[in-house]
Structure formats: C-alpha cells, structure tokens
C-alpha cells in the first residue's frame, strides 16, 4: 500500500474530532491478497482489511452502493489529488465481504470451466450481504442452491444425495437466512434437521470469522417442541409399516413372516435407536432391509412402496409438524388418492 495517495474515507454520518481515530484506523489495515487491484478505484474496509475494487460492478448489482456512491462527498484536507479512492468502512467480516466480492467482482485468476463446490459459508455470506445490499440476482441464486437440499417438494427430496449436502450444523444458518429474506419454503425441512442436532442445537453455527450464529429463541423453542412430535411420528410409521406380515403375493411365506416377525419385535429392542429418531427425512427401508435376510421380490417391492408411501404422506404434514405456516405446501404436495 506504500506509494498510495491518501484515501478519502466515506462519511455518512462523520462526527468532528474523528479523523485522528480513522487515520489511525486507515493505517493499522492491511490490504486483502485476492481483492487488491491497482487500478481499482474505491476501498471497501472490513474490520482490519481493505480491498481495493471497483465500483462498476458495485454500482452495477447494487441499488445501496448506487444511491451511497452518487451522492457527493467531501474532500478530505489531507487528500493530495482529487482521484484518490473513497474508503467506505463496512460492518462485514472480511471473510463475509471476500465470499460476495468474489461473485460479483472480475478475478484476478482465470476460473474455472467447472464451478468448484461451493462451501456453505460462501452461499450464507452471499445471501446475506446480498440482501443487506440489494443485490437480488446474488440472493435468487442462492437461495435455488438451498432450495435443492432444504426442498419444499417431496419430488425433489426423493433425488437429494444428503451426503452431498452442508453438514447438519448448517441448518441453523438456512433457518436464519429463511427468516431474513422471507424464503418460509426452506423452514420445514431445515427444522427438521435442527432436531436432529441433539445439544449442538443451543452450540450454534461457528462461522468462519470465529462467531457464533444461533436460532432465535423462538425457533429454538421451536425444534424443542418438534422434535417429540416428529420421533412419535417416526414410531408410528415404522410399527404401520413393519406390522410383521408379508405381502398378499409373497412367493415364500412362511420364511418371510418368520423374518418380518422378527423385525417387528426388535424395532422396539435392539432397533430402538433407529426408531426414536426425529430424522423423518430417512427412509426406514433401505437401512433396516440390512437387519434380516433378503425378502422375496413381492414383499420387498411391497416394503419400498409403503415406505414412500409413509414417507410422502410425513412430508406433506411437516410444516404442521415442527410449527411453521408455508403458503402453498400442502397443495404442492398433495397425497395421490
């Protein structure tokens, strides 16, 4: 940063007797590694860091940085030449401002043909700041990325790879970005993860700048509430579905009602920890299959339909469940008759 003219800092609402504190500010920064450019012309600072960008792009996807950076500003006593770059002090982290720099700023390194995988950090960052700053195609894209782990179809549930989703945890950062920007359509499947945390629920989400993000206390209450009803709900599934007799077409009966016998009793033995689970998310069959010897076709079809029979029918009550009011979502998942 040596050689620099001095910066104009952006004061909105600047008090006399300041600038000593904010030059002694401006001088403890350091300037960010990926988001300084020489021929940038305005300095976004971020607690400690600076980054020296552009304000085409800003003034480009930003109604706030449009409006803030028309207005005229004054020019500081110090300034040397009338083009030195504004420094405009934000309330980010600098690990939040580099995640929605990269989305809408030019790179310094040629991307990829391929997107990388796209941390949940980097898509809670961006939802966030583009909505505190306006930037409503940043928040859209995110927002349809969640939607695709946190469906509020049962369609795309079925074709979700949980493995491929945000770790559990994270849950509580959809759950907070659903209240923020109004996406009520993400709640009933991210409570639902929510319960699924056990007392991790009251650690919260330890962002990248090392701060705690946590559920209102509403919510909180919320996922305590819930998650009775959804193992209960869980329970009773499992005892419907698993009721120890083989289908009407089994091809070997007596084998099969032997087996099928035997996993009825040990759902509420030996299986009791599968069972008192509020992850209603999970199919009971394809794990529990793994407890008994192979079925014939007939009852093992017979198994996988009622499953996702059950399972449908959960998902279209879930916004009742954990105590949320999603408008359309019982008519987006209606029940086949």
């Known amino acids: 940063m040596s050689g620099e003219a001095p910066r104009k800092r952006v004061r909105l609402d600047a008090e006399d007797g300041k600038d000593d504190h904010e030059q002694s500010q401006a001088d403890s920064c350091t300037a960010d590694a990926e988001f300084w450019f020489d021929d940038g012309n305005i300095i976004l600072e971020a607690k400690s860091t600076q980054f020296k960008v552009y304000k085409g792009p800003l003034i480009e996807h930003s109604p706030f940085f449009r409006d803030m950076l028309s207005l005229p500003q004054p020019q500081p006593e110090d300034a040397t030449?009338?083009?030195?770059?504004?420094?405009?002090?934000?309330?980010?982290?600098?690990?939040?401002?580099?995640?929605?720099?990269?989305?809408?700023?030019?790179?310094?390194?040629?991307?990829?043909?391929?997107?990388?995988?796209?941390?949940?950090?980097?898509?809670?960052?961006?939802i966030r700041l583009g909505h505190k700053y306006q930037i409503d195609g940043l928040v859209e894209e995110g927002l349809k990325y969640l939607r695709t782990f946190y469906p509020?179809?049962?369609?795309?549930?079925?074709?979700?790879?949980?493995?491929?989703?945000?770790?559990?945890?994270?849950?509580?950062?959809?759950?907070?970005?659903a209240r923020l920007t109004g996406a009520d359509y993400l709640l009933p499947v991210a409570l639902v993860e929510c319960c699924r945390l056990g007392s991790d629920i009251v650690e919260g989400l330890r962002r990248e700048d090392d701060t705690i993000e946590s559920l209102s206390t509403a919510d909180l209450g919320r996922c305590f509430e819930a998650k009775q009803k959804l193992i209960e709900t869980r329970v009773e599934a499992a005892f419907d579905i698993f009721d120890g007799e083989p289908s009407e077409d089994c091809s070997a009966r007596e084998k099969d009602t032997e087996h099928l016998r035997e996993l009825h009793t040990d759902l509420s033995q030996t299986l009791s920890h599968r069972l008192c689970s509020p992850d209603v998310l999970e199919r009971w069959w394809p794990s529990l299959s793994h407890y008994i010897p192979p079925l014939c076709a007939e009852c093992d079809g017979m198994f996988r339909q009622a499953d996702r029979d059950r399972q449908r029918a959960i998902f279209h009550h879930l916004p009742e469940l954990v105590g949320v009011d999603v408008e359309g979502w019982k008519t987006k998942n209606r029940i086949p008759m």
């Open 152 to 177: 509020d179809d049962y369609f795309t549930l079925e074709k979700r790879r949980r493995e491929e989703a945000p770790s559990t945890i994270c849950a509580i950062g959809v759950v907070n970005i």
């Open 81 to 126: 030449t009338s083009d030195a770059p504004h420094v405009v002090p934000l309330a980010e982290s600098p690990e939040d401002l580099r995640h929605l720099l990269r989305a809408i700023m030019p790179s310094k390194r040629i991307r990829s043909f391929i997107p990388p995988e796209r941390p949940f950090h980097a898509i809670s960052a961006c």
